[in-house]
């Protein structure tokens, strides 16, 4: 059984993979192949190949850098909190890249088995990220109906 430590240092590689590295199939060496994902993305599937094509178009959309990782992990699990920041540079859920700054913030929970990663649950604020980038009307403002 890995260490805390050990898991850590696994959910890190995720992100070096998919922001630094730019390997998205190197994925594959971190999770398990029955990995799960509690929570995906509307239109992914909620397995390996799903939270690879997710990873793949926000990394299009978006050129997100960690600014603020925090970690944390007992037994098996490890909890990620992070803020990243970058441009959408990208098609996104429809929207074309705009060029606006974009700030987003999220938790995830993995649980990790063997060295693997075999189960994920994710909370990001989606419905931020699409005012951020202009689909949604603003904080504080209301729509106007037409």
């Known amino acids: 059984m890995a260490t ?5 240092e696994i959910v ?4 070096e993979l998919i922001e630094k590295e730019q390997n998205i199939d190197g994925l594959d060496e ?3 192949k029955d990995f799960i994902n509690h929570s995906p993305s509307a239109g992914f599937t909620p397995d390996i190949e799903g939270f690879k094509k997710t990873a793949a178009h926000v990394h299009e959309a978006f050129d997100l850098a960690d600014s603020n990782v925090t970690l944390f992990g007992v037994d098996d699990m490890v909890v990620e909190r992070w803020t990243e920041s970058g441009t959408h540079i990208g098609t996104y859920d429809g929207v074309p890249a705009t060029g606006r700054p974009v700030v987003t913030k999220g938790i995830a929970i993995w649980r990790l088995r063997d060295g693997k990663i075999v189960e994920l649950w994710v909370q990001v604020n989606e419905a931020d990220i699409l005012r951020q980038i202009g689909l949604l009307p603003d904080a504080g403002h209301r729509a106007t109906p037409t």
């Open 4 to 8: 805390v430590e050990e898991n850590m």
């Open 12 to 15: 890190r590689r995720v992100t």
């Open 30 to 32: 971190v999770f398990a």
